[in-house]
Protein backbone atom coordinates (compact mmCIF):
# COMPACT_ATOMS: atom_id res chain seq x y z
CA UNK A 1 0.00 0.00 0.00
CA UNK A 2 1.34 3.84 -0.70
CA UNK A 3 1.49 6.06 2.34
CA UNK A 4 -1.10 8.33 2.66
CA UNK A 5 1.26 11.48 2.28
CA UNK A 6 1.86 10.14 -1.29
CA UNK A 7 -1.98 11.89 -2.07
CA UNK A 8 -3.79 9.33 -4.34
CA UNK A 9 -7.25 10.18 -4.99
CA UNK A 10 -9.29 11.94 -7.95
CA UNK A 11 -7.71 10.18 -11.05
CA UNK A 12 -10.85 8.03 -11.62
CA UNK A 13 -13.16 11.07 -11.65
CA UNK A 14 -10.75 13.07 -13.84
CA UNK A 15 -10.59 16.51 -11.50
CA UNK A 16 -7.76 18.42 -11.26
CA UNK A 17 -7.45 17.64 -7.24
CA UNK A 18 -5.16 20.15 -5.86
CA UNK A 19 -2.81 18.59 -3.59
CA UNK A 20 -2.14 22.08 -1.52
CA UNK A 21 -0.51 20.34 1.53
CA UNK A 22 2.12 18.14 -0.27
CA UNK A 23 5.32 19.04 -0.37
CA UNK A 24 7.26 18.51 -4.32
CA UNK A 25 9.73 15.96 -3.74
CA UNK A 26 13.13 16.60 -4.70
CA UNK A 27 13.39 14.43 -8.34
CA UNK A 28 17.00 13.34 -6.98
CA UNK A 29 15.31 11.85 -4.02
CA UNK A 30 12.74 9.80 -5.78
CA UNK A 31 15.86 8.57 -8.00
CA UNK A 32 17.25 7.28 -4.97
CA UNK A 33 14.27 5.33 -3.90
CA UNK A 34 13.62 3.92 -7.01
CA UNK A 35 17.32 2.72 -7.08
CA UNK A 36 16.71 1.79 -3.40
CA UNK A 37 14.00 -0.13 -3.83
CA UNK A 38 11.87 2.10 -1.44
CA UNK A 39 9.44 3.71 -4.05
CA UNK A 40 7.67 1.11 -7.05
CA UNK A 41 8.10 1.59 -10.36
CA UNK A 42 6.30 4.76 -12.12
CA UNK A 43 4.16 1.93 -13.76
CA UNK A 44 0.58 3.14 -12.82
CA UNK A 45 -1.65 4.00 -15.46
CA UNK A 46 -4.43 6.56 -15.39
CA UNK A 47 -7.17 6.30 -17.44
CA UNK A 48 -9.31 9.66 -16.56
CA UNK A 49 -12.70 10.41 -17.37
CA UNK A 50 -15.36 13.57 -17.18
CA UNK A 51 -14.21 16.84 -16.81
CA UNK A 52 -11.44 19.09 -14.92
CA UNK A 53 -10.66 22.49 -16.55
CA UNK A 54 -11.16 20.88 -20.17
CA UNK A 55 -11.88 17.80 -21.78
CA UNK A 56 -9.91 14.60 -20.52
CA UNK A 57 -8.61 11.71 -22.61
CA UNK A 58 -10.16 8.75 -22.01
CA UNK A 59 -10.56 6.44 -24.34
CA UNK A 60 -7.20 7.03 -26.43
CA UNK A 61 -5.37 6.08 -23.22
CA UNK A 62 -3.95 2.69 -23.98
CA UNK A 63 -3.18 0.87 -20.76
CA UNK A 64 -0.40 -1.76 -21.82
CA UNK A 65 1.00 0.40 -25.05
CA UNK A 66 4.64 -1.31 -26.04
CA UNK A 67 6.99 0.57 -27.13
CA UNK A 68 8.85 0.18 -30.44
CA UNK A 69 12.65 -0.05 -30.07
CA UNK A 70 13.33 2.30 -32.63
CA UNK A 71 16.60 2.08 -34.99
CA UNK A 72 19.12 5.17 -34.54
CA UNK A 73 19.63 4.78 -31.01
CA UNK A 74 21.69 2.29 -30.49
CA UNK A 75 25.24 4.30 -32.04
CA UNK A 76 27.56 5.21 -29.38
CA UNK A 77 30.17 7.71 -29.59
CA UNK A 78 32.07 5.69 -27.41
CA UNK A 79 32.35 7.79 -24.14
CA UNK A 80 30.30 7.41 -20.91
CA UNK A 81 26.96 9.05 -20.36
CA UNK A 82 27.19 13.33 -19.67
CA UNK A 83 31.37 12.65 -19.95
CA UNK A 84 31.01 15.80 -21.97
CA UNK A 85 29.94 19.47 -20.91
CA UNK A 86 26.97 20.29 -23.71
CA UNK A 87 26.02 20.37 -27.23
CA UNK A 88 23.69 22.41 -29.63
CA UNK A 89 21.36 20.09 -31.27
CA UNK A 90 19.48 21.67 -34.65
CA UNK A 91 16.99 19.24 -36.49
CA UNK A 92 17.21 19.46 -40.25
CA UNK A 93 14.63 18.13 -42.78
CA UNK A 94 14.54 18.60 -46.80
CA UNK A 95 11.86 21.02 -46.44
CA UNK A 96 14.72 23.89 -44.63
CA UNK A 97 16.96 22.85 -48.07
CA UNK A 98 14.92 22.57 -50.84
CA UNK A 99 15.05 25.76 -52.60
CA UNK A 100 16.18 27.78 -55.67
CA UNK A 101 18.75 29.50 -52.92
CA UNK A 102 22.29 29.21 -51.90
CA UNK A 103 22.26 27.85 -48.49
CA UNK A 104 23.46 30.72 -46.70
CA UNK A 105 20.29 32.47 -48.24
CA UNK A 106 18.60 29.71 -46.12
CA UNK A 107 17.26 30.00 -42.76
CA UNK A 108 19.65 26.89 -41.80
CA UNK A 109 22.32 29.43 -43.05
CA UNK A 110 20.97 32.26 -41.24
CA UNK A 111 20.49 29.93 -38.41
CA UNK A 112 24.34 28.49 -38.37
CA UNK A 113 25.75 32.64 -38.74
CA UNK A 114 24.08 33.37 -36.46
CA UNK A 115 25.17 30.97 -33.65
CA UNK A 116 28.86 31.54 -34.91
CA UNK A 117 28.43 35.06 -34.01
CA UNK A 118 26.16 35.62 -31.13
CA UNK A 119 27.10 32.40 -29.56
CA UNK A 120 30.26 30.63 -30.36
CA UNK A 121 32.43 33.71 -31.54
CA UNK A 122 31.87 35.66 -28.27
CA UNK A 123 33.89 33.28 -26.48
CA UNK A 124 36.86 31.24 -27.53
CA UNK A 125 36.26 28.57 -24.70
CA UNK A 126 32.44 27.94 -26.22
CA UNK A 127 33.93 25.83 -28.84
CA UNK A 128 34.35 23.18 -26.78
CA UNK A 129 30.42 22.32 -26.98
CA UNK A 130 29.21 20.76 -29.98
CA UNK A 131 27.26 20.99 -32.54
CA UNK A 132 25.08 17.91 -33.39
CA UNK A 133 23.20 17.72 -36.52
CA UNK A 134 20.00 15.28 -36.53
CA UNK A 135 19.09 14.94 -39.59
CA UNK A 136 15.23 13.27 -41.12
CA UNK A 137 15.59 10.55 -44.11
CA UNK A 138 15.05 12.96 -46.33
CA UNK A 139 18.54 15.04 -46.02
CA UNK A 140 20.53 13.39 -48.91
CA UNK A 141 24.31 13.00 -48.33
CA UNK A 142 24.97 15.78 -50.87
CA UNK A 143 22.84 18.31 -48.66
CA UNK A 144 24.45 17.55 -46.17
CA UNK A 145 28.03 17.56 -47.17
CA UNK A 146 26.60 21.24 -48.47
CA UNK A 147 25.81 21.54 -44.90
CA UNK A 148 29.68 20.76 -43.22
CA UNK A 149 31.67 22.59 -46.47
CA UNK A 150 29.21 25.86 -45.08
CA UNK A 151 30.45 25.64 -41.38
CA UNK A 152 33.72 24.37 -42.49
CA UNK A 153 34.17 27.84 -44.47
CA UNK A 154 33.42 29.74 -41.26
CA UNK A 155 36.13 31.14 -39.33
CA UNK A 156 34.31 30.41 -35.83
CA UNK A 157 32.41 27.64 -36.66
CA UNK A 158 35.16 25.47 -38.53
CA UNK A 159 36.74 24.81 -35.02
CA UNK A 160 33.75 23.87 -33.56
CA UNK A 161 32.95 19.59 -33.27
CA UNK A 162 30.43 18.92 -35.67
CA UNK A 163 28.87 15.85 -35.44
CA UNK A 164 26.42 13.71 -37.66
CA UNK A 165 23.00 12.25 -36.54
CA UNK A 166 20.23 10.32 -38.05
CA UNK A 167 16.80 10.64 -37.19
CA UNK A 168 15.37 7.17 -36.00
CA UNK A 169 14.04 5.76 -39.36
CA UNK A 170 11.28 3.59 -37.33
CA UNK A 171 9.34 6.76 -36.32
CA UNK A 172 7.79 6.49 -39.85
CA UNK A 173 5.70 4.04 -37.77
CA UNK A 174 3.53 5.06 -34.48
CA UNK A 175 5.95 5.23 -31.18
CA UNK A 176 3.29 1.99 -30.37
CA UNK A 177 1.55 -0.02 -32.51
CA UNK A 178 -1.62 0.20 -30.15
CA UNK A 179 -2.06 3.65 -31.54
CA UNK A 180 -1.56 2.42 -35.46
CA UNK A 181 -5.20 1.19 -34.52
CA UNK A 182 -6.63 4.22 -33.37
CA UNK A 183 -4.77 6.97 -35.82
CA UNK A 184 -2.91 5.01 -38.73
CA UNK A 185 0.37 6.34 -40.04
CA UNK A 186 -0.36 9.42 -42.74
CA UNK A 187 1.40 12.31 -43.73
CA UNK A 188 -1.08 14.58 -42.01
CA UNK A 189 -3.31 14.42 -38.89
CA UNK A 190 -6.49 16.38 -38.07
CA UNK A 191 -6.03 17.14 -34.33
CA UNK A 192 -9.16 18.94 -32.34
CA UNK A 193 -8.34 22.42 -31.79
CA UNK A 194 -10.81 24.25 -29.52
CA UNK A 195 -14.93 23.79 -29.71
CA UNK A 196 -15.58 21.23 -32.36
CA UNK A 197 -15.77 21.02 -35.00
CA UNK A 198 -12.78 22.97 -35.65
CA UNK A 199 -9.84 21.36 -36.26
CA UNK A 200 -6.43 21.85 -37.74
CA UNK A 201 -3.72 19.66 -39.84
CA UNK A 202 -0.53 18.77 -38.47
CA UNK A 203 1.92 17.20 -40.75
CA UNK A 204 3.72 13.91 -39.46
CA UNK A 205 7.08 15.00 -39.33
CA UNK A 206 5.80 17.69 -36.73
CA UNK A 207 4.16 15.55 -34.63
CA UNK A 208 6.43 13.29 -34.56
CA UNK A 209 9.39 16.20 -33.83
CA UNK A 210 7.45 15.74 -30.35
CA UNK A 211 8.39 12.63 -29.69
CA UNK A 212 11.63 12.83 -30.38
CA UNK A 213 12.18 15.77 -28.14
CA UNK A 214 10.52 15.24 -25.04
CA UNK A 215 11.27 11.07 -25.33
CA UNK A 216 13.36 9.44 -27.28
CA UNK A 217 16.73 12.23 -27.27
CA UNK A 218 16.88 10.80 -23.91
CA UNK A 219 17.28 7.02 -24.53
CA UNK A 220 19.75 8.12 -27.61
CA UNK A 221 23.69 6.87 -26.57
CA UNK A 222 25.29 9.97 -28.60
CA UNK A 223 23.28 12.34 -26.85
CA UNK A 224 23.36 10.90 -23.39
CA UNK A 225 26.84 12.18 -24.00
CA UNK A 226 26.33 15.29 -22.83
CA UNK A 227 25.62 16.80 -19.59
CA UNK A 228 23.27 19.57 -21.18
CA UNK A 229 21.43 20.08 -24.61
CA UNK A 230 20.38 23.11 -25.72
CA UNK A 231 17.83 22.65 -28.42
CA UNK A 232 17.67 24.80 -30.97
CA UNK A 233 15.22 25.41 -34.17
CA UNK A 234 17.17 24.91 -37.46
CA UNK A 235 14.85 28.30 -38.63
CA UNK A 236 15.80 30.12 -35.45
CA UNK A 237 18.13 32.89 -35.59
CA UNK A 238 19.58 34.94 -32.77
CA UNK A 239 19.28 38.75 -33.56
CA UNK A 240 21.95 39.57 -30.26
CA UNK A 241 24.85 38.46 -28.14
CA UNK A 242 23.75 36.01 -25.93
CA UNK A 243 25.24 33.97 -22.76
CA UNK A 244 27.22 30.89 -21.81
CA UNK A 245 23.64 28.97 -21.19
CA UNK A 246 25.81 26.13 -20.13
CA UNK A 247 27.19 27.50 -17.50
CA UNK A 248 23.82 29.37 -16.31
CA UNK A 249 22.34 25.63 -16.49
CA UNK A 250 24.70 24.66 -14.40
CA UNK A 251 25.38 27.28 -12.28
CA UNK A 252 21.90 27.76 -11.04
CA UNK A 253 21.61 23.69 -10.90
CA UNK A 254 18.21 24.18 -13.26
CA UNK A 255 16.99 21.58 -15.08
CA UNK A 256 15.11 22.80 -17.83
CA UNK A 257 15.41 26.46 -19.53
CA UNK A 258 13.15 28.03 -21.62
CA UNK A 259 12.62 31.99 -23.21
CA UNK A 260 9.28 32.85 -24.22
CA UNK A 261 6.20 31.38 -21.75
CA UNK A 262 2.67 32.13 -23.08
CA UNK A 263 -1.02 31.12 -21.75
CA UNK A 264 -2.25 32.07 -25.36
CA UNK A 265 -3.48 28.96 -26.39
CA UNK A 266 -2.33 29.90 -30.09
CA UNK A 267 -1.84 27.02 -32.36
CA UNK A 268 -4.45 24.71 -30.31
CA UNK A 269 -5.92 24.81 -26.46
CA UNK A 270 -4.11 22.16 -23.81
CA UNK A 271 -7.56 21.44 -22.27
CA UNK A 272 -7.48 18.51 -20.45
CA UNK A 273 -3.23 17.63 -20.87
CA UNK A 274 -2.85 19.16 -17.21
CA UNK A 275 -5.48 16.96 -15.60
CA UNK A 276 -4.13 13.83 -17.23
CA UNK A 277 -0.51 14.43 -16.27
CA UNK A 278 -1.86 15.44 -12.55
CA UNK A 279 -3.67 12.18 -12.89
CA UNK A 280 -1.08 10.08 -13.76
CA UNK A 281 1.43 12.14 -10.78
CA UNK A 282 -1.24 11.46 -7.98
CA UNK A 283 -1.54 7.43 -9.15
CA UNK A 284 2.34 7.28 -8.77
CA UNK A 285 2.60 8.79 -5.61
CA UNK A 286 3.78 12.24 -6.66
CA UNK A 287 3.11 15.30 -5.03
CA UNK A 288 1.22 17.30 -8.01
CA UNK A 289 0.46 21.12 -5.48
CA UNK A 290 3.19 22.58 -8.08
CA UNK A 291 1.54 21.08 -11.17
CA UNK A 292 -1.98 21.69 -10.32
CA UNK A 293 -1.93 25.45 -10.16
CA UNK A 294 0.02 25.82 -13.44
CA UNK A 295 -2.38 27.70 -15.63
CA UNK A 296 -4.22 26.24 -18.40
CA UNK A 297 -2.79 26.43 -22.15
CA UNK A 298 1.09 27.07 -20.28
CA UNK A 299 3.32 26.95 -23.18
CA UNK A 300 7.27 27.31 -23.31
CA UNK A 301 7.86 28.15 -27.28
CA UNK A 302 9.66 24.92 -28.40
CA UNK A 303 12.49 26.16 -30.62
CA UNK A 304 14.37 26.70 -27.43
CA UNK A 305 15.06 24.58 -24.50
CA UNK A 306 18.21 24.17 -22.63
CA UNK A 307 18.22 20.75 -20.77
CA UNK A 308 19.82 19.02 -18.16
CA UNK A 309 20.49 15.24 -19.15
CA UNK A 310 20.66 13.66 -15.95
CA UNK A 311 17.32 14.90 -15.55
CA UNK A 312 15.65 14.09 -18.42
CA UNK A 313 17.45 10.57 -18.32
CA UNK A 314 16.03 9.53 -15.04
CA UNK A 315 13.63 7.33 -14.31
CA UNK A 316 10.91 9.30 -13.23
CA UNK A 317 11.25 11.73 -16.30
CA UNK A 318 10.99 8.94 -18.73
CA UNK A 319 7.66 7.34 -17.49
CA UNK A 320 6.25 10.93 -17.09
CA UNK A 321 6.90 11.23 -20.80
CA UNK A 322 6.24 7.88 -21.41
CA UNK A 323 2.58 8.43 -19.60
CA UNK A 324 2.12 11.31 -21.95
CA UNK A 325 2.85 9.73 -25.04
CA UNK A 326 0.77 6.85 -24.41
CA UNK A 327 -2.55 9.35 -24.03
CA UNK A 328 -2.69 10.00 -27.46
CA UNK A 329 -3.12 13.56 -26.69
CA UNK A 330 -0.15 13.87 -29.10
CA UNK A 331 -2.53 12.89 -32.15
CA UNK A 332 -5.42 13.90 -30.94
CA UNK A 333 -5.28 17.66 -29.47
CA UNK A 334 -1.67 18.00 -30.74
CA UNK A 335 -0.14 18.02 -27.01
CA UNK A 336 3.08 18.73 -27.90
CA UNK A 337 6.59 19.37 -26.17
CA UNK A 338 5.97 23.06 -25.92
CA UNK A 339 2.82 22.39 -22.91
CA UNK A 340 4.47 19.11 -22.32
CA UNK A 341 7.97 20.55 -20.98
CA UNK A 342 6.47 22.96 -18.64
CA UNK A 343 3.48 19.97 -17.29
CA UNK A 344 6.71 17.97 -16.23
CA UNK A 345 8.60 20.48 -14.65
CA UNK A 346 6.03 21.88 -12.62
CA UNK A 347 5.58 17.98 -11.32
CA UNK A 348 9.55 16.96 -10.95
CA UNK A 349 11.35 20.16 -10.50
CA UNK A 350 9.31 23.68 -10.01
CA UNK A 351 12.07 25.30 -8.52
CA UNK A 352 14.53 24.06 -10.76
CA UNK A 353 13.86 25.98 -14.06
CA UNK A 354 15.21 29.45 -15.27
CA UNK A 355 13.83 31.59 -18.23
CA UNK A 356 16.42 32.98 -20.46
CA UNK A 357 15.84 37.13 -20.85
CA UNK A 358 17.58 39.93 -22.46
CA UNK A 359 18.29 39.11 -26.09
CA UNK A 360 16.42 38.73 -29.52
CA UNK A 361 15.70 35.48 -31.73
CA UNK A 362 13.43 34.91 -34.56
CA UNK A 363 11.16 32.13 -35.68
CA UNK A 364 10.77 32.04 -39.36
CA UNK A 365 11.58 35.68 -39.88
CA UNK A 366 8.90 36.63 -36.86
CA UNK A 367 10.63 38.29 -33.99
CA UNK A 368 9.28 37.32 -30.26
CA UNK A 369 8.55 40.70 -28.77
CA UNK A 370 7.07 40.48 -25.69
CA UNK A 371 8.97 42.51 -23.49
CA UNK A 372 11.22 39.69 -22.26
CA UNK A 373 13.80 41.08 -24.23
CA UNK A 374 14.38 43.73 -22.25
CA UNK A 375 14.38 42.32 -18.88
CA UNK A 376 18.06 41.63 -17.99
CA UNK A 377 18.86 38.27 -16.78
CA UNK A 378 21.64 38.41 -14.56
CA UNK A 379 22.51 34.61 -14.76
CA UNK A 380 23.25 34.79 -18.10
CA UNK A 381 25.40 37.91 -19.08
CA UNK A 382 25.95 38.43 -22.43
CA UNK A 383 29.97 38.53 -22.23
Not at 54 to 61: E, M, P
Not at 176 to 193: I, M, Q, V
Request: hydrophobic share 40%; with cysteine; net charge positive.
Amino acid sequence: SQPASWGRGGAAAGKAVVQGSCKVQDWREIEAEVKAGKRPPFDRPVRATGKGRGTVVASQYVVNATMLDPTGLRQSMGVEDFALPGAITLLISDKFLHRKKPLNKLWVGYCLASLSKHFYGRDPRRQKYDLVMIYYPDVTAAQRKEISDLIAADRVMSKVTVRWMPFPGKLRRMLYPEHEKLWGTRDSYFTTCGPAPKQRSWGWGYLVMTVFRVYLTFLSPPLRAYEYLWVFDADSVLDTPFCDVFETMRGGGFVQGFYMSTTNPMACPQRGFIENMSAWGRENGLCTASLDKLPTDTSWIGNFAVVDMRFHTSKVYLAAADAFLKTGGLWEYRWTDQSFWPIVSHLLAPDKTHQFSGWTMRHKGQPFNTGIEKVADPLCPKT
